[in-house]
T-cell receptor, first 111, second 121 residues
Framework: GQNIDQPTEMTATEGAIVQINCTYQ??????LFWYQQHAGEAPTFLSY????GLEEKGRFSSFLSRSKGYSYLLLKELQMKDSASYLC????????????FGKGTTLSVSS | GAVVSQHPSWVICKSGTSVKIECRSL??????MFWYRQFPKQSLMLMAT?????????EQGVEKDKFLINHASLTLSTLTVTSAHPEDSSFYIC?????????????????FGEGSRLTVL
């Protein structure tokens, strides 16, 4: 089976940097994804890691350590529009090509 | 990115009736689509994997006779909630994965439809 943990809520201010952590346990790791979801909307893809290290994409970066079962999403220069839920998801070989999601971290950005 | 369209966005129905939700991949073929359900302030829970031309694979605890899935073509999967009850009220989201290949820019991420919010009275 799979187990994915991430903090429930985080708060930050505009312009700041925030790191959202995710730990996972899977029997057949095959990639980790981060999605952003605004209330009432479908998730949108942010990043993908399958090898150890940091992937940078503009203001967003994602890090993966497979040996530790750990990832984080780093958001820089926070903007109000970044207030959303951030979902960590893993692809487990036993689950086929479906993604298994964590419960999500609700980020609130204030001015 | 790839486009997945879902219809209807909102549906309200009476208890005991059936509701069909459509999921279409607009600019790619999807041999596999996934149906998720999301309750308020909860994460996405995988319900089933829809396979074109064959039976869907349901996750443990999901009633296959209640949630009928049909994947008749490479671009369309449907989820029918039969004999709906108020506890079936939820946000249903479909997703699909673009196939791989040397020309594919995608890394295997899922693309999601807009979601269908079902309210059963």
């Amino acid at each position: 089976g799979q187990n994915i943990d991430q903090p429930t809520e985080m708060t930050a201010t505009e312009g700041a940097i925030v790191q959202i952590n995710c730990t996972y346990q899977t029997s057949g790791f095959n990639g980790l994804f981060w999605y952003q979801q605004h209330a009432g909307e479908a998730p949108t893809f942010l990043s993908y890691n399958v090898l150890d290290g940091l992937e940078e994409k503009g203001r967003f970066s994602s890090f993966l350590s497979r040996s530790k079962g750990y990832s984080y999403l780093l958001l820089k220069e926070l903007q109000m529009k970044d207030s959303a839920s951030y979902l960590c998801a893993v692809r487990d070989q036993q689950a086929g090509t479906a993604l298994i999601f964590g419960k999500g971290t609700t980020l609130s950005v204030s001015s | 990115g790839a486009v997945v369209s879902q219809h209807p966005s909102w549906v309200i129905c009476k208890s005991g009736t059936s509701v069909k939700i459509e999921c279409r991949s607009l600019d790619f073929q999807a041999t596999t689509m996934f149906w998720y359900r999301q309750f308020p302030k909860q994460s996405l829970m995988l319900m089933a994997t829809s396979n074109e031309g064959s039976k869907a694979t349901y996750e443990q605890g999901v009633e296959k006779d209640k949630f009928l899935i049909n994947h008749a073509s490479l671009t369309l999967s449907t989820l029918t909630v039969t004999s709906a009850h108020p506890e079936d009220s939820s946000f249903y989201i479909c997703s699909a994965r673009v196939g791989g290949g040397v020309r594919s820019p995608y890394t295997g991420e899922l693309f999601f439809g807009e979601g269908s919010r079902l309210t059963v009275l």
